[in-house]
């Protein structure tokens, strides 16, 4: 099992649409979490944390289920700016941090 | 700009030659970390530096790749022995180092794009 995996898409969805990206994660002792979006050839860029209580950051909002391992990142309104992969990227526990990122889930907001 | 840079942004290079690459991460930024990234995947870890030492080395990574980081600032990885299949994004990231809490996301530097032909 890969330690994080996500549905590569892509996902084609309407201007205005909403949509939501799972991600699992294999490591059970896995501190925190996060969204990152990529634009094409681009470097990755931080989206948003995702904390244990569920978080919000205007029309994006990100949630971790530890019992089940995933996170989640949902896009209300999608606008065709948002058209990117978007990479779910967990740190795990410990004084190590090997960082490790899905292989991302590509979106295409059409108009 | 005080972000991560990393030099060079591209580079040709023929198979069987040597190439090096630089990162110079936030400067107060004790954790390094290098990635590689192909076409169509998620950044792939290859190495990280908590301040001067190696911590972690993927077991991907072959005998041909080495990362240094002597003074714990800037970092170099070096390639030997090009193959074609080394072709990728490298992609350099730090993040504030002890002290800080695991919550601390990533930031990247442009990267550099090798190709091996």
């Known amino acids: 099992r890969k330690e994080v995996e996500q549905d590569p898409g892509p996902f084609n969805v309407p201007e205005g649409a909403t949509v939501a990206f799972n991600c699992t994660y294999s490591?059970?002792?896995?501190?925190?979490f996060f969204w990152y979006r990529q634009d094409c050839r681009k470097e990755p860029k931080l989206l948003m944390s995702v904390y244990s209580s569920g978080n919000e950051d205007g029309r994006f909002t990100a949630q971790l289920n530890r019992a089940s391992q995933y996170i989640s990142l949902l896009i209300r309104d999608s606008k065709l700016s948002d058209s990117a992969t978007y990479l779910c990227v967990v740190n795990p526990s410990g004084g190590y941090q090997k960082v490790t990122f899905g292989t991302g889930t590509k979106l295409q907001v059409i108009p | 700009d005080t972000g991560v840079s990393q030099n060079p942004r591209h580079k040709i290079t023929k198979r069987g030659q040597n190439v090096t690459f630089r990162c110079d991460p936030i400067?107060?930024?004790?954790?390094l970390y290098w990635y590689r990234q192909t076409l169509g995947q998620g950044p792939e870890f290859l190495t990280y530096?908590?301040?001067?030492?190696?911590?972690?080395k993927s077991r991907l990574l072959s005998d041909r790749f080495s990362a240094e980081r002597p003074k714990g600032s800037f970092s170099t990885l070096e390639i030997q022995r090009t193959e074609q299949g080394d072709s990728a994004m490298y992609l350099c990231?730090?993040?504030?180092?002890?002290?800080?809490?695991?919550?601390?996301?990533?930031?990247f530097g442009n990267g550099t794009r090798l190709t091996v032909t």
């Open positions: 530096f908590q301040n001067e030492a190696q911590l972690e």
């Open positions: 490591n059970s002792a896995s501190q925190s």
């Open positions: 400067s107060e930024h004790n954790r």
């Open positions: 990231a730090s993040s504030p180092g002890a002290g800080s809490s695991y919550n601390s996301p990533l930031h």
